[in-house]
């Protein structure tokens, strides 16, 4: 059983790169089955949600040529049938983007229902509500959907709920229906417009992705396309926020400082120092970071899928942080593992209050989830002594080379899979 020891106290110190992003990617690589024609996709990152995707599809028919880690050609021309059955797909929550895909495509999809990580319940309701104003007929039979449609009709649909997954589901299957769709209260976040982008390059007519608007012209069919995908948002505020933990100095190289506005507001807020570049943020640690409030909200507002990392800064903070999680009910089970290593927090509900300590002590921990497991690792960075983090495939789900990157920042960490590695772990990096 793989797991990560740590030995922390050492500030993260120089110079990290960005892979793509993970949740752009996995829409791209479903929609890349919408046509017969060679899609070219680069910056692909090479973590396990990725692989399971194209898995799939390869499954379903398509060839893959993966030409190298980043790169994939994909030809969906000797796809043989809508049936997705690997078993893996419901290990990933964005296996329902085959459905928007296949249903554009085929006007039909068999697949099994998502699984991703444990933070709530999670359901699919608005997705569905968009593919039957579109004109499918979709029924849940047991674990598994079946969505189909004679024809599939442009339509006016408002999200009840502002959901990334419906958003670019939804936008899927209206690429290829006939007529116009309006989707209203669509997400808005970084990826909905990256795979809009990757739409359009294939020929749908897609405008207004990144507003609450969008509106889908269907067109006949789409064409084979080149697109390199945008660097991943959450793994770079990740990195911000390693460099705030650990009191250290980190140049985060190959992101879009747009996307990270939010977590560049709270770091300042919090005492960093940032210095903003074209396509790089440097971000310096301070002594001891300030107390702050954090609220999740849908892209621009602070992401969900940071709130750990954010939480795990304000643990070493000098006074009391709140963090209200707006987006999923079940986000905060990584307080009792920091717990563990000395911080102090008392949730209630949707709203966790965190009393900074000075120091944060190294313990056996496990990862409860994917960002959960990354905002581990930083406290492990940052404590004193050792730390083991168990459960860490959730981590290898989304950051790409997540150890490599942080072992080129000075940080002691490995991937040991026995006692015995441990204790040599132990052993080089005694003092
Ligand atoms: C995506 C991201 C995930 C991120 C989340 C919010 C992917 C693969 N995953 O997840 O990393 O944390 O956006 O930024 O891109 N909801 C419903 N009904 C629905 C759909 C969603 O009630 O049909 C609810 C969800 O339970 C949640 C909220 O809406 O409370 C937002 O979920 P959504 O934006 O859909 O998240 P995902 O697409 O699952």
Sequence with gaps: MAQYIMKGGRPLNGEVNVSGAKNAALGILAAAVMTDENVLIENLPDVRDINVMLDAIRELGATIDRIDRNTVRINASTVSGVDVHSENMRRIRASYYLIGALLGKYKR???PLPGGCAIGARPIDQHLKGFRALGAECVVDGDKLSASAERLTGSHIYLDIVSVGATINIMMAAA????????????KEPHIVDVANFLNSMGASIRGAGTDVIRITGVPKLHGTEYSIIPDQIEAGTFMFASAITRGDIMVRNLIPKHMEAISAKLLEMGCIIWEFDDAIRVVGAQRLRPTNV??????GFPTDMQPQASTAMSLAKGTSVVVESIFENRFRYLDELARMGGISKVEGSTATITGVEKLKGAQIKACDLRAGAALVMAGLAAEGYTVLSDIEYIQRGYEHFEQKLRNLGAQIALVNSDEEIREFMRNTAD
Aim: aromatic share 4%; net charge neutral.
């Design 109 to 111: 999809a068999n697949v």
């Design 176 to 187: 290829l229906a006939e007529g116009r769709t309006i989707l209203e209260n669509a997400a």
């Design 295 to 300: 609220k999740t909200l849908p892209y621009p």
